[in-house]
Each structure stands twice: as structure tokens, then as C-alpha cells.
């Protein structure tokens, strides 16, 4: 939500598994906290306190080459598990892409 406040400008990417298009959609983002927008995103009968609203700036649909060549649909294509970094791992290259380290 900071992350709004301080840059609303927000790209959504919706991918449906076994469809290759993807849709994109660019925007301004803004934190709503409106009752009867709340009561329609209830989950188990409680609203969320907050919520996202976003203005569509574009709306369009990406070509299917990258998901096709990535196999991202093939389960069997998939590198072994054992092979990939976990979220830590992932979180601390990208610091360090940054020139930070977990300290700062």
C-alpha cells in the first residue's frame, strides 16, 4: 500500500493456465477504503479493511511467443525443484541487484 502512496503507477499482468495470451493493463492505483466496494470483496463474511482501486491507462493483450517458449504451461518441461533458488535466496539477489544488502 506505501507502494501506491508514493508511485500509483501500477502494471497488472492476468494469466489463465492453458491459455498462452496474456492480458496487460497499466494504470494509476489509488487505496480505497469504501463500505459498499468493501462488502462486495467479503471473504468468509468479513470485508477487507482496505482495498486497491485501478484506473486503466491501457488495456491490450500480449503475444503468446514468450509463454509458449517457456514451456510455463508443461508441468514435465519444469526444472526439477531441487534446481531452482527459494524466496530467500531470490529476496537477497535481487538486494544485491540494487546495490543493498539485507542490513541496510
Do not use: Y
Not at 24 to 43: H, P
Not at 68 to 82: A, L
Amino acid at each position: 500500500m506505501l507502494n501506491i502512496l508514493s508511485n500509483p503507477h501500477v502494471g497488472l499482468v492476468f494469466l489463465i493456465p492453458g491459455m498462452e495470451e496474456v492480458l496487460r493493463i497499466n494504470g494509476r492505483a489509488c487505496v480505497i477504503r469504501t463500505a459498499d466496494i468493501s462488502e462486495k470483496l467479503q471473504l468468509s463474511g468479513e470485508p477487507p479493511l482496505l482495498g486497491i482501486g485501478v484506473e486503466v491507462e491501457e488495456c491490450f493483450i500480449h503475444c503468446s511467443r514468450a509463454l509458449k517458449k517457456s514451456n510455463v504451461w508443461k508441468v514435465d518441461e519444469w526444472p526439477p525443484k531441487q534446481n531452482l533458488p527459494s524466496a530467500t535466496q531470490m529476496f537477497h539477489a535481487h538486494l544485491k541487484l540494487n546495490g543493498m544488502t539485507l542490513e541496510e
